[in-house]
């Protein structure tokens, strides 16, 4: 490749008002944490991280990418209706970059030298064959307390599995009401630890 690629940043520059550099592209860091949640509840990927991510392309939405795709370790796309970004952890992201633009790329994108190429490991499972959650997982580093609930109108306090109710709000499929139901809590409470826990709920009925 002819120019030096300066890393976390997209090219060709796009200089906005007062020749200030800006972004045209969002980072595909930024993709990457919200396709796995990060940005909702602290969720650390039990696999690819931001720190695999070594090389990014954008492709108009016309052109065909897959053998970008083929040989790569991990990728991810992410489309909208102009132009699609490629998203990969590869060995040699330059040889990569270079294919891409040689193929029709209108933006490209390098890494910084401290990422690395990912490489997928089967998961570690216990003796009953269930598989090991890992300890960055929220909730799970420490084996679930139960937690004391609200006090009730007849004066005697409920328990509740705290992890089996996080699980739940995070499934995303049951209503606050079901959820309460289901653990013999009330709604307030299930929205009270979707907070503690930083589970946006969504709006409406739930």
């Known amino acids: ?16 008002p007062n020749k200030i550099y800006r972004n ?26 931001s720190e695999h991510i070594r090389a990014a392309v954008v492709m108009p939405s016309a052109v065909p990418f897959q053998h970008l795709l083929d040989p790569v370790p991990w990728s991810m796309t992410y489309i909208t ?16 970059i270079e294919l891409a633009r040689a193929s029709g790329a209108i933006a490209w994108y390098k890494s910084h030298s401290q990422t690395y190429t990912y490489n997928w490991e ?3 499972c216990d003796p009953s064959g ?13 084996t679930p307390s139960i937690k ?10 409920k328990k509740y ?12 499929y049951l209503t606050t009401k079901e959820i309460g ?19 946006k709920l969504p709006r409406g009925p739930k």
């Open 122 to 124: 089967p998961p570690t």
């Open 148 to 157: 004391m609930s609200e006090v009730c109108n007849n004066n005697y306090k």
């Open 130 to 142: 269930n598989k090991i959650r890992p300890p960055n997982a929220p909730g799970i580093d420490t």
């Open 181 to 199: 139901f289901r653990h013999d809590i009330s709604s307030s409470t299930v929205q009270k630890i979707a907070k503690q826990a930083g589970i």
């Open 81 to 96: 209706p102009e132009w699609r970004m490629l998203v990969v952890s590869v060995l040699d992201p330059l040889s990569w």
């Open 161 to 172: 599995n705290l992890a089996e109710v996080v699980a739940d709000i995070k499934k995303n």
């Open 1 to 16: 490749m002819k120019e030096s690629l300066v890393a976390n940043k997209w090219y060709p520059c796009y200089k906005g």
């Open 24 to 49: 045209r592209y969002p980072t595909p860091q930024s993709i990457l944490r919200q396709a796995v949640g990060s940005e909702d509840y602290s969720f650390v990927s039990e696999t690819v991280t």
